[in-house]
Protein backbone atom coordinates (compact mmCIF):
# COMPACT_ATOMS: atom_id res chain seq x y z
CA UNK A 1 0.00 0.00 0.00
CA UNK A 2 1.23 3.22 -0.94
CA UNK A 3 1.75 5.80 2.02
CA UNK A 4 1.59 9.90 2.30
CA UNK A 5 3.59 10.88 5.71
CA UNK A 6 1.20 13.97 6.82
CA UNK A 7 0.67 16.62 9.70
CA UNK A 8 -3.02 17.07 10.04
CA UNK A 9 -4.18 20.71 9.62
CA UNK A 10 -8.40 21.01 10.58
CA UNK A 11 -10.20 23.92 9.19
CA UNK A 12 -13.97 24.75 9.51
CA UNK A 13 -16.69 25.78 6.29
CA UNK A 14 -19.91 26.15 6.66
CA UNK A 15 -22.22 24.91 3.91
CA UNK A 16 -25.47 25.99 3.02
CA UNK A 17 -28.29 23.38 3.17
CA UNK A 18 -30.97 25.44 3.02
CA UNK A 19 -32.47 24.27 -0.37
CA UNK A 20 -33.10 20.62 1.46
CA UNK A 21 -34.99 21.79 4.00
CA UNK A 22 -38.99 21.95 3.84
CA UNK A 23 -40.25 25.35 3.06
CA UNK A 24 -42.56 25.48 6.48
CA UNK A 25 -38.88 25.42 8.30
CA UNK A 26 -37.15 27.58 6.16
CA UNK A 27 -39.96 30.47 6.06
CA UNK A 28 -39.26 30.19 10.52
CA UNK A 29 -35.48 30.11 10.14
CA UNK A 30 -34.21 31.65 7.19
CA UNK A 31 -31.18 30.23 5.66
CA UNK A 32 -29.58 27.27 6.87
CA UNK A 33 -25.93 26.22 7.11
CA UNK A 34 -23.87 23.02 8.84
CA UNK A 35 -20.58 23.97 9.75
CA UNK A 36 -18.24 20.91 9.42
CA UNK A 37 -14.75 20.55 10.29
CA UNK A 38 -11.70 18.85 7.74
CA UNK A 39 -8.47 18.06 7.38
CA UNK A 40 -6.75 20.06 4.65
CA UNK A 41 -3.88 18.33 4.41
CA UNK A 42 -6.40 15.20 3.55
CA UNK A 43 -8.13 14.49 0.45
CA UNK A 44 -9.88 11.56 -1.51
CA UNK A 45 -10.94 10.30 -4.87
CA UNK A 46 -14.55 9.19 -5.10
CA UNK A 47 -14.65 7.21 -8.22
CA UNK A 48 -14.04 10.31 -10.01
CA UNK A 49 -10.02 12.27 -10.88
CA UNK A 50 -11.25 14.88 -8.85
CA UNK A 51 -9.81 15.27 -5.35
CA UNK A 52 -12.56 15.81 -2.65
CA UNK A 53 -12.08 16.85 1.65
CA UNK A 54 -13.74 14.28 3.90
CA UNK A 55 -16.39 16.48 6.09
CA UNK A 56 -17.31 16.19 9.43
CA UNK A 57 -20.70 18.09 10.55
CA UNK A 58 -20.45 19.91 13.98
CA UNK A 59 -23.37 21.97 13.97
CA UNK A 60 -25.83 23.45 12.21
CA UNK A 61 -27.17 27.31 11.99
CA UNK A 62 -29.78 28.91 11.21
CA UNK A 63 -29.97 32.67 10.18
CA UNK A 64 -32.75 33.38 12.79
CA UNK A 65 -33.70 32.04 15.89
CA UNK A 66 -35.54 28.92 15.48
CA UNK A 67 -38.33 27.37 18.29
CA UNK A 68 -37.66 24.30 20.06
CA UNK A 69 -39.05 21.67 17.81
CA UNK A 70 -37.93 23.11 14.36
CA UNK A 71 -34.15 23.47 16.12
CA UNK A 72 -34.29 19.62 17.22
CA UNK A 73 -35.79 18.61 13.79
CA UNK A 74 -32.38 20.81 12.49
CA UNK A 75 -30.08 19.46 14.51
CA UNK A 76 -31.17 16.03 13.30
CA UNK A 77 -29.21 16.83 9.98
CA UNK A 78 -25.33 16.89 12.07
CA UNK A 79 -25.98 13.40 13.70
CA UNK A 80 -25.25 12.15 10.02
CA UNK A 81 -22.09 10.54 8.59
CA UNK A 82 -19.17 12.00 7.00
CA UNK A 83 -19.84 14.00 3.67
CA UNK A 84 -17.94 15.06 0.72
CA UNK A 85 -16.91 17.67 -1.50
CA UNK A 86 -14.93 18.94 -3.87
CA UNK A 87 -11.90 20.37 -2.66
CA UNK A 88 -12.35 23.40 -4.91
CA UNK A 89 -15.63 23.72 -3.91
CA UNK A 90 -14.55 24.20 -0.13
CA UNK A 91 -13.89 27.89 1.37
CA UNK A 92 -12.48 27.34 4.94
CA UNK A 93 -13.98 30.05 7.32
CA UNK A 94 -11.39 29.25 10.01
CA UNK A 95 -8.20 27.64 10.98
CA UNK A 96 -7.75 24.76 14.02
CA UNK A 97 -4.57 23.41 13.20
CA UNK A 98 -3.60 20.41 14.51
CA UNK A 99 -5.89 19.01 17.27
CA UNK A 100 -2.83 15.83 17.67
CA UNK A 101 -1.33 16.50 21.10
CA UNK A 102 1.51 13.71 19.77
CA UNK A 103 0.78 13.29 16.18
CA UNK A 104 2.76 15.06 13.68
CA UNK A 105 3.79 12.90 10.37
CA UNK A 106 1.36 10.15 10.86
CA UNK A 107 1.08 7.39 8.18
CA UNK A 108 -2.37 6.45 7.88
CA UNK A 109 -1.66 2.92 6.56
CA UNK A 110 -1.64 1.84 9.99
CA UNK A 111 -5.16 1.11 11.22
CA UNK A 112 -3.80 1.99 15.20
CA UNK A 113 -3.54 5.55 13.45
CA UNK A 114 -6.45 5.96 11.19
CA UNK A 115 -8.30 4.82 14.66
CA UNK A 116 -7.24 7.29 17.07
CA UNK A 117 -6.85 10.02 14.42
CA UNK A 118 -10.94 9.34 13.64
CA UNK A 119 -11.39 9.21 17.66
CA UNK A 120 -9.27 12.14 18.54
CA UNK A 121 -11.59 14.23 15.69
CA UNK A 122 -14.59 12.85 17.52
CA UNK A 123 -13.12 14.35 20.98
CA UNK A 124 -12.76 17.66 19.23
CA UNK A 125 -15.90 17.94 18.03
CA UNK A 126 -17.80 17.13 20.75
CA UNK A 127 -15.51 19.13 23.34
CA UNK A 128 -15.93 22.58 20.46
CA UNK A 129 -19.44 22.09 20.74
CA UNK A 130 -20.33 22.19 23.94
CA UNK A 131 -18.45 24.99 24.68
CA UNK A 132 -20.65 27.03 22.05
CA UNK A 133 -19.90 28.38 18.53
CA UNK A 134 -17.08 28.88 16.73
CA UNK A 135 -18.56 30.45 14.17
CA UNK A 136 -21.85 32.57 13.93
CA UNK A 137 -23.77 34.26 10.51
CA UNK A 138 -24.62 37.55 11.60
CA UNK A 139 -24.88 41.22 9.46
CA UNK A 140 -24.44 39.13 5.68
CA UNK A 141 -20.97 37.62 7.16
CA UNK A 142 -19.63 35.09 8.99
CA UNK A 143 -17.86 35.65 12.43
CA UNK A 144 -15.00 33.59 14.39
CA UNK A 145 -14.84 33.21 18.03
CA UNK A 146 -11.81 34.47 19.38
CA UNK A 147 -9.96 31.13 20.33
CA UNK A 148 -9.76 30.39 16.28
CA UNK A 149 -7.77 32.01 13.59
CA UNK A 150 -9.52 33.44 10.35
CA UNK A 151 -8.84 31.21 7.36
CA UNK A 152 -6.91 33.21 4.70
Not at 38 to 52: G, K, Q
Not at 62 to 74: F, L, P, V, W
Not at 127 to 133: A, L, Q, R, V
Request: aromatic share 14%.
Amino acid sequence: MDTKTITPDFKLAAFEQTEYWDKEITDEVGRIWVVAIYDNSRHTHLCEFTPSFELHPMYTYTENRASDYTEGEINTWKDRDVFYVHTHDVKPLCNVGNIFVDIEGVQFADPEIESEYDETLQDYIAESTCNGEPLWYEDGKWHVDSAYELAA
